[in-house]
């Protein structure tokens, strides 16, 4: 029977959250100030099972203690039950934070004066949105007057967690059946009223303060330590999610793991038992790029040199890589890479850019640039030694130079080299001067000489005169020529090829014959070219010669005259006295036949 009977009251428990409440205006009971809080109903209905019911008209009594009391239908048949008598809208006020520890439900109930012990509980339950708990009925016999009998006490759960929103629900309450136990006679139950008294501990509350915050905002790859206290001196949980991690009892270090989202920092105390739980306390840390610097050395070069650049780099101002995060090189460009880059327009700047690695996304990467310096080229210039003769005009001094780079030609020297100052026999030396290749060349110079060499004597004056005669008697050339040309007269007889002798007269003494025993052969017509002899010195002219008959050949023999061997106008004045009385003599025969 009782098995039956609280089957049944669970499957009567949607069935009274929506009865009518026939009571109301029953003044509420106010929060004890104890660890517990005793309530009284506020609504009462009749639910199944099938069995006698209560009484509507009297389920109202059932509501107080106060001696009126909720009857049943009609008397029980024997062995049978009740339907379930509920009572609800006990209007607990139990803190949120409290902890329900225990239950326990007082009913003032009666049976007729002839029951004995024939009438006994069917089912005591606690019901509400957790459902139907345990059945605490006992086999007591329900006294023949009215007496309160109580079920479950200040440890008792009724076989339910309950918590303080469980027992502040309207639905809260208690749900009873009574049972005829007589096989032999039919009989009656009476309810006064009904308690419930709910026993709770309110814990105390403890606050969580953040003795070392997060920041507001967070570089990928920056460690940070974070600490918190609860009042109570309970340890304060602490856990990072989100961008960043770490955990930690009362304090905790957390790492930034991402450059992107937010870095959720957590404070919490679950409490124990004295204590409720804190409040958490949550911190978020915007998640930035980490600042990174990369920087490139300065490096030389000469003019003319093409620079290759590699991928070298060094962290700048104290920035680094996270973790596994690498980088494996930069791409840098500078105008004066080229071979064309000059010296003048240095120094270039070194532009890196482009890094290539790992997990570099994390990373505002800041570029530091450097200097590219681009010195002279060496060139080495040699001047050309020169020389003249005494009163000449210098000569055009000259150089020769090694090897231009940078694609540059000749175009690029200008200034002239200079000589030392001076117009004696002597050697001058020659410097540098103005001569320069520009600023892309540092020149070495390496110095000649210009020799001023002593001029020869003065050649005497020309001597003027006949030369000789033809065949036909004509004079032929003067002494004043260069070149004495000499006609060939009419062949003596018929044909062409004819010679013909050539009569030349002596020159002066001092004269020199380039070529002795020159001749010269042709036909009729043509003309015989004889140098004109040259002045010399007599202590090296060549021995006299005689003029030697020719008839087949024009060949042109100068006799010389011995001359004084004495320097100076005493040669040149013999040479032109003997050179004088030659013509006179050359002159009388012609005239005179002498």
């Known amino acids: 029977m009782h098995a039956r009977m609280r089957g049944f009251s669970r499957k009567m428990f949607l ?41 509507s008209s009297t389920l109202a009594d059932a509501i107080l203690v106060d001696g009126a009391e909720a009857k049943l239908t009609s008397a029980m048949p024997l062995e049978s039950a009740s339907q379930l008598l509920v009572l609800t809208g006990f209007n607990f006020d139990i803190p949120a934070d409290a902890t329900i520890t225990g239950v326990a439900v007082s009913v003032t109930r009666r049976s007729t004066s002839s029951s004995d012990e024939f009438v006994q509980d069917s089912a005591v339950e606690l019901v509400g949105v957790f ?8 086999a007591a016999a329900w006294p023949a007057t009215l007496a309160a009998a109580v079920y479950g006490d200040s440890s008792t759960l009724w076989g339910v967690s309950l918590s303080p929103a ?61 600490a918190a206290s609860a009042d109570s001196g309970l340890p304060v ?47 978020v840390a915007a998640a930035q790029k980490a600042p990174l610097r990369l920087a490139v050395a300065s490096t030389t070069k000469q003019y003319g040199e093409e620079v290759i650049f590699d991928g070298a780099f060094s962290f700048d101002g104290g920035t680094s890589l996270y973790g596994p995060d690498t980088v494996t090189g930069i791409t840098k460009t500078s105008a004066g890479a080229a071979t064309s880059s000059s010296v003048a327009g240095s120094p270039y700047s070194i532009v890196p850019s482009d890094a290539v690695g790992t997990g570099l996304d994390n990373y505002d990467i800041t570029y530091v640039s450097d200097s590219l310096t681009v010195l002279p080229a060496p060139l080495s210039i040699t001047a050309d030694a020169k ?36 117009e004696d026999v002597g050697a001058y030396a020659i410097g540098e001067g103005t001569l ?135 040669n040149i004045g013999t040479g032109i006295f003997r050179a004088v009385l030659d013509f006179f003599k050359f002159l009388g025969k012609v005239l005179f036949g002498l």
Request: a negative charge; aromatic letters at 6%; glycine letters at 10%.
């Open 15 to 55: 069935v009274f959250a929506f009865a009518v409440v026939l009571y109301s205006g029953i003044p509420q009971c106010v929060r004890a100030a104890a660890l517990s809080a005793t309530q009284s109903p506020i609504a009462a209905v009749s639910a199944g099972p099938p069995g006698t019911g209560w009484s």
């Open 131 to 138: 459902g139907t708990s345990t059945s605490l009925s006992t």
């Open 166 to 226: 469980d027992v502040n629900s309207a639905s809260f309450g208690l749900a009873l059946a009574v049972q005829n136990t007589d096989p032999v006679s039919a009989h009656n139950a009476r309810v006064d009223g009904a308690t419930i008294t709910v026993y709770y501990t309110v814990l105390a509350a403890q606050v969580i303060t953040v003795g070392t915050s997060s920041p507001a905002s967070a570089a990928y790859g920056l460690v940070f330590d974070v």
């Open 237 to 283: 949980a602490i856990a990072a999610s989100g961008a960043c991690s770490g955990t930690g009892s009362d304090s905790a270090t957390i790492t930034m793991a991402s450059s992107t989202g937010d870095c959720t920092v957590s404070y919490s105390q679950a409490g124990n038992a004295e204590y409720a739980a804190a409040a958490d306390v949550v911190e």
């Open 387 to 422: 020389s003249k003769i005494f009163g000449d005009p210098d000569p055009a001094l000259t150089y020769a130079h090694s090897a231009l780079v940078g694609g540059d030609t000749e175009a690029i020297f200008s200034g002239l080299l200079t000589r030392a100052v001076g």
């Open 436 to 570: 320069s290749a520009g600023a892309n060349y540092e020149v070495s110079f390496t110095r000649a000489e210009l020799v001023i060499q002593a001029a020869p004597p003065p050649e005497p004056p020309q001597q003027e005169g006949n030369i000789g005669t033809g065949t036909n008697g004509a004079p032929v050339g003067s002494y004043g020529m260069v070149n004495a040309v000499v006609p060939i007269a009419p062949a003596t007889s018929a044909g062409d090829g004819s010679t013909q002798s050539i009569n030349v007269g002596r020159p002066a003494a001092d004269v020199v014959v380039p070529v002795e025993g020159e001749s010269q052969t042709g036909t009729e017509g043509s003309a015989f070219n004889i140098e004109q002899p040259r002045q010399r010195d007599a202590a090296t002219a060549p021995p006299p010669t005689q003029i030697k008959a020719l008839t087949k050949e024009a060949t042109v023999d100068i006799k010389q005259s011995p001359m004084v061997a004495s320097a100076g106008s005493s």
